[in-house]
T-cell receptor, first 111, second 112 residues
């Protein structure tokens, strides 16, 4: 089956520092999604990337999809305490019928 | 608009007992999914459905059964619970236009 690796597993940063999580697939993806899960909460959709080399921004968040459509990254600039949570990538195959989730990166902020 | 609702939110079972988790969505979505979440493992797909009356196996289907008798409901059953099924279970439905998965709030199951 499709393998989706996500690194790092944990990241502790000082408030105001940047944060990046990476997602790598063993196969070419049709698209990739990113979700955020706050502690004790449920995953919430952030964005979907479809095109090779695509870059999308949401305020302090920048999402990239690799040229080969096998990897993706999420970068947060100047982290804030509200960014705390676990960030998951989710890789889609064959019309989004099934999504394979990465293992997630848990972000904690040191005030 | 309730979105995706899961019941119950918490349950404690003894080994060998059976139970059913109910997922209901009011967004008229065709696709629905059951995931389990364990520490360090991310979200793993148990079963899914692409429409009323259909079900399919996901990544970790053993020990679970599902039914989709009505479009808005997707049931996850454990016939004989095992401690390895202690987990947080999430139901989700898919908005096909955007590809967005809408998740329920989760059901925390403990099997003793």
């Amino acid at each position: 089956g499709q393998q989706v690796m996500q690194i790092p597993q944990y990241q502790h940063v000082q408030e105001g520092e940047d944060f990046t999580t990476y997602c790598n697939s063993s196969t070419t993806l049709s698209n990739i999604q990113w979700y955020k899960q706050r502690p004790g909460g449920h995953p919430v959709f952030l964005i979907q990337l479809v095109k090779s080399g695509e870059v999308k921004k949401q305020k302090r968040l920048t999402f990239q999809f690799g040229e080969a459509k096998k990897n993706s990254s999420l970068h947060i600039t100047a982290t804030q305490t509200t960014d705390v949570g676990t960030y998951f990538c989710a890789a889609a195959s064959f019309g989004n019928e099934k999504l394979t989730f990465g293992t997630g990166t848990r972000l904690t902020i040191i005030p | 608009n309730a979105g995706v609702t899961q019941t119950p939110k918490f349950r404690v079972l003894k080994t060998g007992q059976s139970m059913t988790l109910l997922c209901a969505q009011d967004m008229n979505h065709e696709y629905m999914y059951w995931y389990r979440q364990d520490p360090g493992m991310g979200l793993r797909l148990i079963h899914y459905s692409v429409g009323e009356g259909t079900t399919a196996k996901g990544e970790v289907p053993d020990g679970y059964n599902v039914s989709r008798l009505k479009k808005q409901n997707f049931l996850l059953g454990l016939e004989s619970a095992a401690p390895s099924q202690t987990s947080v279970y999430f139901c989700a439905s898919l908005e096909t236009n955007t590809g967005e998965l809408f998740f329920g709030e989760g059901s925390r199951l403990t099997v003793l």
